[in-house]
């Protein structure tokens, strides 16, 4: 599986934009880019997903690199509840069951 | 979410018994998984499944069996329970819409 590469944590003002990194150089051409999050006490929550293009959803945007090899996700304006552990996931085909790492905890500060 | 419901949400055991856990959805969805969330070691895939009786093994597989007699119950076995199974157990289904997966609320076990 080709494998993501995201910083261990973040800490974000109230209010103000959030951009969350990741590096994914040995993406193939068929790789989706997934991102996840889970907040406290509980179960992973789809944020959003994408192939080549940037994707915008009511939860957030994704910037996807034009090499694909990175790929960044846009809270807009960030909340306290948004302070949760973000994943950035690569999934080769549709059936293929996601691997989660360790992803970013984003802090939110009041 | 999705209709997927996990039970029980909260078990204690003994070490040594068999346990079982329970994955149910309402809405027909074909993919389902189980996977186990411990502490420095994030989400990992137990087991998972493509339809009734189609199941196939994940990264952890032993020591766990599954079974999936119907489209909405996923079950989830331990044969005989260790302190090493003391985990958060999720249950998630896979949307075909946008293959994006809707995880249940989780099941905390713990092996004593």
């Known amino acids: 599986d080709a494998k993501t590469t995201q910083p261990n944590s973040m800490e974000s003002n109230e209010e103000e934009p959030v951009h969350l990194p990741c590096n994914h150089s040995?993406?193939?051409?068929?790789?989706?880019i997934h991102w996840y999050r889970q907040l406290p006490s509980q179960g992973p929550e789809y944020v959003i997903h994408g192939l080549t293009s940037n994707v915008n959803n009511r939860m957030a945007s994704l910037a996807i690199a034009e090499d694909r090899k990175s790929s960044t996700l846009i809270l807009h304006r960030a909340t306290l509840r948004d302070a949760a552990v973000y994943y950035c996931?690569?999934?080769?085909?549709?059936?293929?069951?996601?691997?989660f790492g360790k992803g970013t905890r984003l802090s939110v500060i009041a | 979410d999705a209709g997927i419901t996990q039970s029980p949400r909260h078990k204690v055991t003994e070490t040594g018994t068999p346990v079982t856990l329970r994955c149910h959805q309402t809405e027909n969805h074909r993919y389902m998984y189980w996977y186990r969330q411990d502490p420095g070691h994030g989400l990992r895939l137990i087991h998972y499944s493509y339809g009734v009786k189609d199941t196939d093994k994940g990264e952890v597989s032993d020591g766990y069996s599954v079974s999936r007699s119907k489209t909405e119950d996923f079950l989830l076995t331990l044969e005989s329970a260790t302190s090493s199974q003391t985990s958060v157990y999720f249950c998630?289904?896979?949307?075909?819409?946008?293959?994006?997966?809707?995880f249940g609320s989780g099941t905390r076990l713990t092996v004593v």
């Open positions: 998630a289904i896979q949307r075909l819409a946008d293959y994006g997966y809707t």
């Open positions: 040995t993406i193939s051409g068929t790789d989706y």
């Open positions: 996931i690569l999934q080769n085909s549709g059936n293929t069951p996601l691997v």
